[in-house]
């Protein structure tokens, strides 16, 4: 667009709807030299048969078709016959026989103004006018929802496609993950990355906030990690610090994230890993005795300087590594009852499988007989890994 040039607004349009000629002309006379475009119809299929070939702005509508009939039902159900095609486009209802209890029907049934035969022909351009810049303001108001809506879904999947499709490979363990966001995105994270042909990184993470900037943020943080792993290896500690030191250069003061990083030798059975303000996962062994993973440092991209920690744990046959993030044990139930670690741990220890996926299953089982219909308020992810 030129500068200086205003872009010309399209002249408003509406669709006349009345069996009586006579009204249609004195219409058609007070609306056209105000410069609307008009359409006419004289029955209510005409009505919808005129909606399904075009859009108006201002549907004008008599209630009353069949002759002799004072009712307004027709008009009533032409109301719910375009409301079910159109949500919005304006409608103004027209009866010399209106009521209070009629106007309040035909609003109720989407109707947006009611005028009475004879009608005032300033009041009628008051409201016709009005209408028109509602029903504009509506209709753009849609489809910037509709863009929003599709930026979301694009977003969605993006956000899947960064996640792992699939649990790797391991001669000495079993995994089992899953993402799910509270809404369309989220801010969860879980990997499997690389690192050689021994080692694996396991990490799960939550950035704090939701939807698309939590996505963002916790985008930037998986490519954080994602490019350190191999030059970091088994020093977990230079890792949490290159990633803290970049996420405070870069992201929001009021934003971090809490992640659990584990490097995973398979020929050590070890995992060498760094808390960074995560919940801490819980270690599971075959005697039903329980590590909590907590050494570490504080969360990410708050504390410029942070230091960190890291612990070391071994995996023997029969043991299980359970990640996940605050959605798991914070969620709450009808009666504002959070979900909690006790839980969690009775869900995991119950069941007679050391199995990753049926140890999974039964968490998430757990989970959604003591939330019940209560709605999930935060993103929730699970690791499992069990030891072969």
């Given at each position: 667009m030129r500068l200086g040039h205003t872009a010309r607004v399209p002249p408003a349009s509406v669709l006349v709807a009345d069996d009586q000629p006579h009204v249609?002309?004195?219409?058609r006379l007070l609306l056209k030299p105000e410069g609307y475009l008009i359409d006419t119809a004289d029955s209510p299929r005409g009505v919808l048969a005129s909606l399904q070939?075009?859009?108006?702005?201002?549907?004008?509508?008599?209630?009353?078709?069949?002759?002799?009939?004072?009712?307004?039902?027709?008009?009533?159900?032409?109301?719910?016959g375009i409301r079910e095609a159109d949500?919005?486009?304006?409608?103004?209802?027209?009866?010399?026989?209106?009521?209070?209890?009629?106007?309040?029907?035909?609003?109720?049934?989407?109707?947006?103004?009611?005028?009475?035969?004879?009608?005032?022909n300033s009041r009628l351009?008051?409201?016709?006018?009005?209408?028109?810049?509602?029903?504009?303001?509506?209709?753009?108001?849609?489809?910037?929802?509709?863009?929003?809506?599709?930026?979301?879904?694009?977003?969605?999947q993006v956000q899947r496609q960064l996640l792992p499709r699939a649990c790797p490979s391991f001669a000495t363990l079993a995994c089992a993950a899953r993402c799910q966001p509270a809404g369309v995105v989220g801010g969860d994270y879980f990997d499997f990355i690389p690192i050689d042909a021994d080692q694996t990184a396991l990490t799960i993470g939550d950035v704090a906030g939701k939807g698309v900037a939590a996505a963002l943020l916790m985008t930037s943080l998986q490519a954080l990690l994602r490019s350190r792993a191999a030059a970091c290896g088994r020093d977990v500690r230079q890792l949490a610090s290159e990633t803290n030191r970049r996420l405070v250069d870069t992201i929001p003061t009021n934003k971090y994230a809490t992640v659990f990083y584990g490097v995973y030798s398979e020929s050590r059975r070890s995992l060498v890993y760094v808390n960074a303000g995560h919940n801490p996962p819980l270690l599971v062994h075959a005697d039903a005795t329980i590590d909590r993973l907590s050494d570490g440092g504080p969360v990410l991209g708050l504390f410029e300087g942070a230091t960190f920690q890291c612990g070391e744990v071994h995996l023997a046959h029969g043991d299980r590594l359970v990640l996940?993030?605050?959605?798991?044990?914070?969620?709450?139930?009808?009666a504002a009852e959070e979900f909690g670690e006790a839980r969690l741990i009775e869900a995991i220890t119950s069941g007679t499988s050391a199995d990753a996926e049926q140890t999974e299953q039964?968490?998430?089982a757990a989970h959604a007989a003591f939330t019940g219909n209560a709605p999930r308020a935060d993103d929730m992810t699970l690791l499992v890994a069990a030891a072969l």
């Open positions: 249609v002309d004195a219409l070939r075009r859009s108006y702005d201002v549907v004008l509508m008599d209630l009353n078709y069949a002759r002799d009939t004072t009712s307004g039902r027709e008009g009533l159900d032409l109301i719910g949500a919005i486009t304006s409608i103004v209802v027209m009866t010399a026989w209106s009521t209070v209890s009629l106007a309040v029907e035909a609003m109720r049934r989407g109707a947006r103004d009611f005028i009475q035969k004879p009608w005032d351009l008051t409201i016709i006018r009005t209408q028109t810049e509602l029903g504009r303001a509506s209709r753009r108001t849609a489809v910037l929802e509709a863009r929003q809506r599709q930026d979301l879904e694009l977003a969605a996940y993030t605050d959605g798991v044990t914070e969620a709450l139930n009808d039964a968490i998430l």
